[in-house]
């Protein structure tokens, strides 16, 4: 097996109070966790701590992948550049080196307009963020994340509010990042999209994180149920 | 609601009216005659402008066609204009570069706090007196005003703009910087996109204030239209003197007008729209 791209140790996050204690789990390259929970247990805090936002209250992480540009990060707002254009905000993504020549600049563009066709946004290139819908925004925050071709993505609930059609475009691009390699945490609300794309879930529950694999958590569902 | 805003504004009242009261240590005598004495000095001494202001100069000799361009009054405010231009230009870059340091969402406090007391310091310093300096420093001159505009500018813009940073949306700062973006890309990238309108705003605004303060600051020598106010009031022909302050309210009045306009191209979400001529009188919020 590859090595672990992501690996947490006694780790304890939370603002002043913590809320989830003795996190210990590992991360390796191609999975899909997802994260479920009530809300306000912690899953927003816990992927704020990975991606460096917030200090762990205590125990330590160790973060294996490039400093510029190998976490993608979808917070719950999305964090688009809401009076830029469509364009602008994917090209964010692939801005993440430093251009020195005519070919890096080149890639960028051609990295922006593939992640633009990839999610159906390309028509809409020169609008500005703020005039698109909840989903197309969340196809835009998405296509940013692809764009980048990040080691790491961390996603808060970016599936949520999205229609049947919008889940798919976007769980489409998001497999081809983990076709490549790409490890993806998701916090979700919704159980049903976890068991459809996630490879693992964490499960928090009272201040515990509960690594389960699919199959596990399948069978502890269905176990459950029948009692 | 309606009792305790009259009381608060009633207390308001009252504390400024004890206040200046102390200040002339209640001699209100002082007021009497007052307005007789205004009328007096505006009837006898500058009622009628006078317009020769806006006619040729007698040396040097006009090359122009058109005789006004060659006067006193289109002379100095034009170069009023240049000066306030050059120096809301400059110094709303420089003003950027220091925001950018200021903002506390921006960098860590032991950058902002130090560049935040930079700007005050350049800020309290009104462009009056930073003219006076830069014409003891260089001499008399355009170049004097350009100066003393562009520290004042800096100062002043510097606050405006990153009190508009630190009020920004924090979730595309914070997706920016998980990613690894370099902090300069996220001021060019996303700070600045982010507050395009605002900045625009108050870059329009500075200018229309730099055109104000630049008649003030060429009484000191630091070029402009004040030069020529400050000639007029030394020889007592307050007629001309009175002229020319029409001259400054008339441009005053126009670039207002212009500044409404480049702001109505651009609405309150930052869409850029074609202006009605509504737009040239009144602000978009108040259509």
Same mark, same amino acid.
């Given at each position: 097996?590859?090595?672990?791209?992501?690996?947490?140790?006694?780790?304890?996050?939370?603002?002043?109070?913590?809320?989830?204690?003795?996190?210990?789990?590992?991360?390796?390259?191609?999975?899909?966790?997802?994260?479920?929970?009530?809300?306000?247990?912690?899953?927003?805090?816990?992927?704020?701590?990975?991606?460096?936002?917030?200090?762990?209250?205590?125990?330590?992480?160790?973060?294996?992948?490039?400093?510029?540009?190998?976490?993608?990060?979808?917070?719950?707002?999305?964090?688009?550049?809401?009076?830029?254009?469509?364009?602008?905000?994917?090209?964010?993504?692939?801005?993440?080196?430093?251009?020195?020549?005519?070919?890096?600049?080149?890639?960028?563009?051609?990295?922006?307009?593939?992640?633009?066709?990839?999610?159906?946004?390309?028509?809409?290139?020169?609008?500005?963020?703020?005039?698109?819908?909840?989903?197309?925004?969340?196809? !835009?925050?998405?296509?940013?994340?692809?764009?980048?071709?990040?080691?790491? &993505?961390?996603?808060?609930?970016?599936?949520?509010?999205?229609?049947?059609?919008?889940?798919?475009? !976007?769980?489409?691009?998001?497999?081809?990042?983990?076709?490549?390699?790409?490890?993806?945490?998701?916090?979700?609300?919704?159980?049903?999209?976890?068991?459809?794309?996630?490879?693992?879930?964490?499960?928090?529950?009272?201040?515990?994180?509960?690594?389960?694999?699919?199959?596990?958590?399948?069978?502890?569902?269905?176990?459950?149920?029948?009692? | 609601?309606?009792?305790?805003?009259?009381?608060?504004?009633?207390?308001?009242?009252?504390?400024?009216?004890?206040?200046?009261?102390?200040?002339?240590?209640?001699?209100?005598?002082?007021?009497?005659?007052?307005?007789?004495?205004?009328?007096?000095?505006?009837?006898?001494?500058?009622?009628?402008?006078?317009?020769? !202001?806006?006619?040729?100069?007698?040396?040097?000799?006009?090359?122009?066609?058109?005789?006004?361009?060659?006067?006193?009054?289109?002379?100095?405010?034009?170069?009023?204009?240049?000066?306030?231009?050059?120096?809301?230009?400059?110094?709303?870059?420089?003003?950027?570069?220091?925001?950018?340091?200021?903002?506390?969402?921006?960098?860590?406090?032991?950058?902002?706090?130090?560049?935040?007391?930079?700007?005050?310091?350049?800020?309290?310093?009104?462009?009056?007196?930073?003219?006076?300096?830069?014409?003891?420093?260089?001499?008399?001159?355009?170049?004097?005003?350009?100066?003393?505009?562009?520290?004042?500018?800096?100062?002043?813009?510097?606050?405006?703009?990153?009190?508009?940073?630190?009020?920004?949306?924090?979730?595309?700062?914070?997706?920016?910087?998980? &990613?690894?973006?370099?902090?300069?890309?996220?001021?060019?990238?996303?700070?600045?996109?982010?507050?395009?309108?605002?900045?625009?705003?108050?870059? &329009?605004? &500075?200018?229309?204030?730099?055109?104000?303060?630049?008649?003030?600051?060429?009484?000191?020598?630091?070029?402009?239209?004040?030069?020529?106010?400050?000639?007029?009031?030394?020889?007592?022909?307050?007629?001309?003197?009175?002229?020319?302050?029409?001259?400054?309210?008339?441009?005053?009045?126009?670039?207002?007008?212009?500044?409404?306009?480049?702001?109505?191209?651009?609405?309150?979400?930052?869409?850029?729209?074609?202006?009605?001529?509504?737009?040239?009188?009144?602000?978009?919020?108040?259509?």
């Amino acid at each position: 097996m590859a090595d672990s791209i992501l690996s947490l140790k006694n780790l304890s996050v939370g603002y002043d109070e913590p809320l989830i204690t003795n996190i210990n789990v590992e991360v390796f390259p191609g999975e899909i966790i997802a994260i479920l929970g009530p809300s306000g247990i912690g899953k927003t805090t816990l992927i704020r701590t990975i991606s460096g936002l917030v200090r762990p209250l205590s125990g330590s992480f160790e973060l294996k992948v490039e400093k510029r540009g190998g976490l993608g990060y979808i917070p719950q707002r999305l964090g688009l550049v809401r009076h830029a254009t469509v364009a602008h905000n994917v090209s964010l993504g692939a801005r993440t080196r430093i251009e020195f020549s005519l070919n890096m600049w080149k890639e960028r563009s051609e990295r922006t307009m593939d992640a633009l066709r990839m999610l159906g946004i390309a028509e809409k290139s020169n609008e500005p963020v703020r005039r698109l819908s909840g989903g197309q925004q969340r196809r !835009v925050a998405t296509a940013r994340t692809l764009a980048q071709k990040p080691q790491l &993505m961390l996603a808060d609930e970016f599936l949520g509010e999205l229609d049947h059609s919008n889940v798919e475009i !976007v769980f489409k691009a998001v497999q081809t990042l983990v076709e490549n390699g790409t490890a993806v945490i998701m916090v979700e609300h919704h159980e049903d999209n976890a068991q459809l794309f996630a490879t693992r879930i964490w499960n928090i529950k009272d201040d515990t994180l509960e690594d389960f694999s699919l199959e596990q958590w399948n069978n502890r569902s269905h176990g459950g149920e029948e009692e | 609601m309606k009792y305790r805003l009259f009381a608060i504004i009633f207390i308001l009242l009252f504390l400024a009216w004890n206040t200046l009261n102390g200040l002339i240590e209640g001699d209100w005598g002082r007021l009497e005659g007052g307005f007789e004495n205004l009328s007096v000095f505006f009837s006898e001494s500058m009622w009628p402008p006078n317009w020769s !202001v806006l006619e040729a100069r007698s040396y040097p000799v006009c090359e122009s066609d058109i005789e006004f361009f060659c006067s006193v009054g289109y002379i100095g405010m034009m170069e009023t204009i240049k000066i306030a231009f050059v120096a809301t230009i400059l110094g709303f870059i420089g003003a950027l570069f220091f925001s950018s340091l200021a903002a506390r969402n921006l960098v860590p406090l032991y950058v902002a706090i130090p560049v935040r007391i930079l700007l005050s310091a350049t800020r309290s310093l009104p462009s009056l007196i930073w003219a006076i300096l830069f014409v003891i420093v260089i001499g008399f001159g355009p170049l004097s005003g350009v100066l003393a505009m562009t520290f004042y500018t800096v100062g002043y813009l510097g606050k405006l703009q990153y009190e508009t940073f630190e009020g920004m949306a924090n979730d595309s700062l914070e997706a920016s910087r998980a &990613m690894g973006l370099s902090r300069s890309s996220i001021l060019l990238n996303v700070v600045i996109p982010e507050n395009s309108n605002h900045l625009l705003s108050q870059l &329009m605004f &500075m200018f229309e204030y730099n055109v104000r303060h630049g008649t003030v600051i060429g009484i000191v020598g630091a070029g402009g239209i004040g030069y020529y106010i400050s000639t007029y009031l030394k020889f007592l022909q307050y007629e001309k003197v009175f002229a020319l302050l029409i001259l400054i309210f008339v441009v005053v009045v126009i670039i207002d007008l212009l500044s409404m306009m480049v702001r109505s191209f651009v609405n309150d979400e930052g869409d850029v729209r074609r202006p009605t001529w509504l737009n040239f009188i009144l602000s978009p919020k108040d259509e």
